[in-house]
């Protein structure tokens, strides 16, 4: 069995549904019931990043993506387990389906949305690769009922890119292809910052700089950026590489969130040899941000919280917490204000 007729079903998710035992850290919650595509011949890219290249998963098995396996499941039974899991908790929200590189993907996704959409009343937001699906797919799965579309560009740079996911690794996805496909997206979901969204990952090699002006790129086309922090997934070509620091990854959360709520520009942020040392704002403003504290919350589509998909529970309960999945307490927002890593006057 393969898509549209099955999906794998995050872990979380699964718990959430009750179709995986299993409890939260803090008692965090699910937001968002992420469901992925699959085929027989699993995904045809080859990122290295990820658990489910072709180069590491050599067939439909989802080794590992996100962390963690993505357990298999009819369509049908998962729709029924979040409509009855929605109405018990409002919390719930939404349901994401994402796409994998596979020839199919794109009319099985609009069967999947509209089902999805049918079956359970929920807000439906899609994840598409730009290799594949065209302005003319995107219109048909704004139709089927999707709210939004995003674009996993992942890496900030196209140098970057071509390298992780490109020529450099024998893979199918050009850099020009996605920034056109963000712009496509925008044209079909609208210019409004909620229609569309495109995924950066934090830690591929970039600089502050560079991530933080891709994110300003991002913005000026008119979609939103959904931050996420390298985890070296088990088994990809990069399972080795170390999780970018903790400063690092605040600074551009922080800078993202600037950019996103209009109160700054890259081009007013100010770097020595690629680090972020000024946000372009007054000390005290922004220390009024930090103390909010929801600046290092999950950044994604309303609804999408991810809990712990950046970080092992055991590295949250050591204060590495990089997504927030709640609002931070009083205690979180002092730590993370010591991970700035900049003095802030």
């Known amino acids: 069995m393969a898509s549209p007729e099955t999906a794998r079903l995050s872990i979380a998710a699964a718990m959430t549904l009750g ?12 937001g968002c ?12 890219a080859n990122c290295q990043y990820c658990g489910q290249a072709a180069g590491v998963s050599g067939g439909p098995d989802c080794k590992n993506l996100i962390r963690v396996e993505w357990p298999s499941y009819p369509l049908e039974e998962v729709i029924i387990a979040t409509r009855k899991a929605a109405e018990n908790d409002s919390f719930i929200q939404r349901v994401c389906i994402s796409a994998l590189n596979a020839p199919g993907a794109p009319k099985d996704l609009v069967k999947m949305v509209e089902a999805v959409k049918a079956g359970t009343g929920l807000k439906v937001s899609t994840l598409i690769t730009p290799s594949l699906f065209k302005q003319s797919d995107l219109e048909m799965i704004k139709a089927a009922g999707a709210e939004n579309t995003t674009v996993a560009v992942d890496a900030a740079t196209p140098e970057l890119f071509e390298k992780l996911r490109g020529r450099g690794v ?4 050009k850099w020009a292809r996605y920034i056109s496909g963000v712009r496509e997206a925008v044209a079909v979901f609208g210019n ?9 990952i934090i830690g591929l090699g970039e600089t502050e700089e560079e991530a933080i002006g891709f994110i300003q790129e991002c913005y000026d086309m008119g979609a939103r950026v959904h931050l996420f922090s390298f985890f070296p997934e088990k088994g990809s070509a990069m399972e080795n590489r170390s999780q970018p620091p903790m400063d690092q990854y605040r600074r551009v959360q922080l800078a993202r969130y600037l950019i996103d709520k209009e109160e700054a520009r890259f081009e007013r942020m100010r770097f020595e040899a690629g680090r972020l040392v000024a946000f372009g704002l007054p000390g005290d403003r922004i220390q009024s941000i930090i103390q909010k504290g929801t600046v290092f919350m999950t950044t994604g589509c309303s609804g999408c919280n991810r809990p712990y998909a950046n970080e092992t529970p055991a590295q949250a309960m050591n204060g590495l917490l990089r997504n927030y999945p ?7 927002t002092k730590i993370i204000e010591n991970q700035i890593g900049i003095a802030i006057s």
């Open 33 to 44: 019931i992420n469901l992925l595509m699959e085929y027989d011949d699993g995904c045809r």
């Open 19 to 30: 179709l995986k035992p299993g409890k939260f850290y803090r008692n965090a919650r699910l």
């Open 170 to 173: 024998k893979g199918p996805h």
């Open 192 to 200: 409004g910052r909620k229609g569309v969204g495109v995924h950066l």
């Open 326 to 332: 709640f609002p931070p307490g009083p205690e979180d």
